[in-house]
């Protein structure tokens, strides 16, 4: 039987709740949607930022949101990810509002940093996070989470903007893969001190 965490589930949620609104005001401003584009996009980036730093803390902390015994293989790669999408998402946007050219590295660090962390869900806490990789579920739900965000930011959502389509299959898709992400970083088994299934 596999149950779900109440505190990671509720801040990985608001987490991603706060990153998905910051995308979507971000879409907003950018099709002239919005009355006021400059606090929309003020909020946007502080929904997006924050949201962000909500999910990384939930992913590196405990059962009860301590951060206890951070410093092992998962959480390291964890935060390097999150800096990787984080920073590399913000030049590129800076890049567009000013309306430059983003070079084709900026797309395969995102790859790079989103797999990394769909990885990193399959690795077990302590000296060994190898020890049954491939025989774990969140292994593979954590990359198919990152593919999901990955195919909606990266073409479809870029695709709707041009069609200017503010909330179409693009943001959809981006949705449910951080839905998909916030009951990985959710599940523990019954009775477990632990948040994660091994």
Same mark, same amino acid.
């Given at each position: 039987?596999?149950?779900?965490?109440?505190?990671?589930?509720?801040?990985?949620?608001?987490?991603?709740?706060?990153?998905?609104?910051?995308?979507?005001?971000?879409?907003?401003?950018?099709?002239?949607?919005?009355?006021?584009?400059?606090?929309?996009?003020?909020? #946007?980036? /502080? &929904?997006?930022? @924050?949201?962000? !730093?909500?999910? $990384?803390?939930?992913?590196?902390?405990? %059962? =009860?949101? *301590?951060?206890?015994?951070?410093?092992?293989?998962?959480?390291?790669?964890?935060?390097?990810?999150?800096?990787?999408?984080?920073?590399?998402?913000?030049?590129?946007?800076?890049?567009?509002?000013?309306?430059?050219?983003?070079?084709?590295?900026?797309?395969?660090?995102?790859?790079?940093?989103?797999?990394?962390?769909?990885?990193?869900?399959?690795?077990?806490?302590?000296?060994?996070?190898?020890?049954?990789?491939?025989?774990?579920?969140?292994?593979?739900? #954590?990359? /198919? &989470?990152?593919? @999901?965000?990955? !195919?909606?930011? $990266?073409?479809?959502?870029?695709?709707? %903007? =041009?069609? *200017?389509?503010?909330?179409?299959?693009?943001?959809?898709?981006?949705?449910?893969?951080?839905?998909?992400?916030?009951?990985?970083?959710?599940?523990?088994?019954?009775?477990?001190?632990?948040?994660?299934?091994?």
């Amino acid at each position: 039987m596999i149950c779900l965490n109440p505190l990671k589930l509720t801040a990985t949620g608001i987490g991603a709740a706060l990153v998905t609104a910051g995308i979507s005001l971000a879409s907003e401003t950018k099709q002239g949607k919005t009355d006021s584009p400059g606090e929309t996009k003020t909020i #946007g980036r /502080v &929904s997006y930022y @924050l949201g962000w !730093l909500v999910v $990384l803390y939930s992913l590196i902390s405990n %059962e =009860k949101l *301590q951060l206890k015994g951070v410093g092992d293989l998962r959480s390291i790669l964890q935060i390097i990810a999150v800096f990787i999408i984080v920073g590399t998402s913000t030049y590129k946007h800076s890049l567009i509002e000013k309306n430059e050219p983003v070079p084709k590295w900026t797309e395969v660090l995102l790859v790079v940093g989103w797999l990394i962390l769909g990885i990193s869900f399959g690795l077990a806490k302590g000296k060994k996070p190898f020890v049954g990789f491939a025989k774990r579920g969140r292994t593979y739900v #954590g990359l /198919v &989470s990152a593919l @999901l965000v990955l !195919l909606a930011s $990266l073409v479809i959502i870029p695709k709707d %903007e =041009k069609d *200017q389509v503010s909330a179409g299959l693009g943001m959809s898709i981006y949705v449910i893969g951080w839905v998909i992400l916030v009951l990985a970083n959710s599940v523990q088994a019954p009775g477990s001190a632990s948040s994660y299934i091994d």
